[in-house]
């Protein structure tokens, strides 16, 4: 499954295959840039080869958790995209995912959220939340980075995200998760599966997506000069990962029900469309798919 405009766009439908080829096995070729892309049958697989970036990922993911009948088959990661925050959970290498082509290697299991209280979201891979991320996929989506390559815009993102920070007027949130009740006025409200957001800021370094848990990640009004400081060291390349200890709360969650005052919100890289301050529950589904590690 081959999103061909991911990343700097430079690995052909004919490259891949030539590789797929090369390591011995059979295929059935998909772009994702095809109207019918998803008219392919699940159940005659051995595994899925990605080749995209996250977007893709959840793409593929979305169709199998949407058939649960269907037994589960390994996904095998090849990341191109810009950010590839799902690849970097499991410190996928590009130019050795071809080895991973041999599938008598380890699987690792992958858990996934399940969503109640939107109409369009039911499932997310990576996280969900309310803030300043939100905002950032906002301004991203106006910003015209095509033609940089990934680590240029995953630059250009964080100096972005670093204005929005500054100005972001913070918002109220009622949260309860699992027996725990929290109020107040945050930056941000996160509920994340794996360690990375956005432009592989590293937001939830204890994250493990198949531990049967979520991170619920808060980052205070009151911290956000500590905040500012923080990104202002990543951008310079000068940051300390354990700093994010002294600003930023965690909680490790099986079960989370939040509502935020205000009117966005995103599960994964997707823009919310329907959130109007109603509260949303989110549940772990354990060892919802299985990825080549």
Same mark, same amino acid.
């Given at each position: 499954?081959?999103? @061909?405009?991911?990343? !700097?766009? =430079?690995?052909?439908?004919?490259?891949?295959?030539?590789?797929?080829?090369?390591?011995?096995?059979?295929?059935?070729?998909?772009?994702?840039?095809?109207?019918g892309w998803k008219d392919?049958?699940?159940?005659?697989?051995?595994?899925?080869?990605?080749?995209?970036?996250?977007?893709? %990922?959840?793409?593929?993911a979305l169709e199998l958790?949407?058939?649960?009948?269907?037994?589960?088959?390994?996904?095998?990661?090849? @990341?191109?995209?810009?950010?590839?925050?799902?690849?970097?959970? *499991? #410190?996928?290498?590009? &130019?050795?995912?071809?080895?991973?082509?041999?599938?008598?290697?380890? %699987?690792?299991?992958?858990?996934?959220?399940?969503?109640?209280?939107?109409?369009? +979201? #039911?499932?997310?891979? +990576?996280?969900?939340?309310?803030?300043?991320?939100?905002?950032?996929?906002? &301004? $991203?989506?106006?910003?015209?980075? !095509?033609? &940089?390559?990934?680590?240029?815009?995953? =630059?250009?993102?964080?100096?972005?995200?670093?204005?929005?920070?500054?100005? *972001?007027?913070?918002?109220?949130?009622?949260?309860?998760? !699992?027996?725990?009740?929290?109020?107040?006025?945050?930056?941000?409200? +996160?509920?994340?599966?794996? =360690?990375?957001?956005?432009?592989?800021?590293?937001?939830?370094?204890?994250?493990?997506?198949?531990?049967?848990?979520?991170?619920?990640? $808060?980052?205070?009004?009151?911290?956000?000069?500590?905040?500012?400081?923080?990104?202002?060291?990543?951008?310079?390349?000068?940051?300390?990962?354990?700093?994010?200890?002294? *600003?930023?709360?965690?909680?490790?969650?099986?079960?989370?029900?939040?509502?935020?005052?205000?009117?966005?919100?995103?599960?994964? !890289? &997707?823009?919310?469309?329907?959130?109007?301050?109603?509260?949303?529950?989110?549940?772990?589904? @354990?060892?919802?798919?299985? *990825?080549?590690?």
């Amino acid at each position: 499954i081959h999103n @061909p405009t991911a990343g !700097d766009g =430079q690995h052909s439908k004919e490259s891949l295959i030539q590789k797929v080829r090369a390591a011995g096995h059979g295929y059935h070729y998909v772009s994702t840039d095809d109207p019918g892309w998803k008219d392919f049958h699940l159940t005659d697989r051995d595994a899925f080869l990605v080749a995209g970036g996250d977007g893709t %990922v959840r793409k593929l993911a979305l169709e199998l958790l949407e058939n649960p009948s269907i037994q589960k088959k390994p996904i095998i990661l090849l @990341p191109l995209g810009t950010a590839n925050n799902i690849s970097e959970t *499991f #410190n996928i290498n590009p &130019e050795t995912f071809i080895s991973k082509l041999d599938l008598s290697g380890s %699987v690792k299991k992958y858990d996934c959220g399940r969503i109640r209280g939107l109409e369009e +979201e #039911n499932y997310f891979l +990576e996280g969900l939340g309310f803030g300043v991320f939100p905002e950032l996929i906002k &301004e $991203m989506e106006k910003a015209e980075l !095509d033609d &940089e390559r990934p680590e240029v815009e995953l =630059q250009k993102t964080l100096v972005v995200l670093l204005n929005i920070v500054k100005s *972001f007027k913070a918002r109220k949130a009622k949260i309860k998760a !699992d027996s725990i009740k929290i109020k107040g006025s945050f930056l941000l409200v +996160e509920l994340l599966n794996i =360690q990375n957001i956005g432009p592989n800021l590293k937001l939830a370094p204890r994250a493990d997506p198949g531990d049967s848990f979520f991170e619920l990640v $808060m980052i205070p009004e009151e911290n956000r000069d500590e905040f500012v400081t923080y990104l202002e060291k990543l951008i310079a390349d000068k940051s300390d990962h354990l700093d994010l200890e002294k *600003f930023v709360k965690t909680l490790k969650v099986k079960k989370v029900k939040m509502k935020w005052k205000g009117s966005e919100m995103h599960v994964d !890289d &997707e823009l919310v469309q329907d959130y109007s301050g109603k509260s949303v529950t989110v549940e772990v589904i @354990p060892e919802a798919l299985e *990825f080549f590690n």
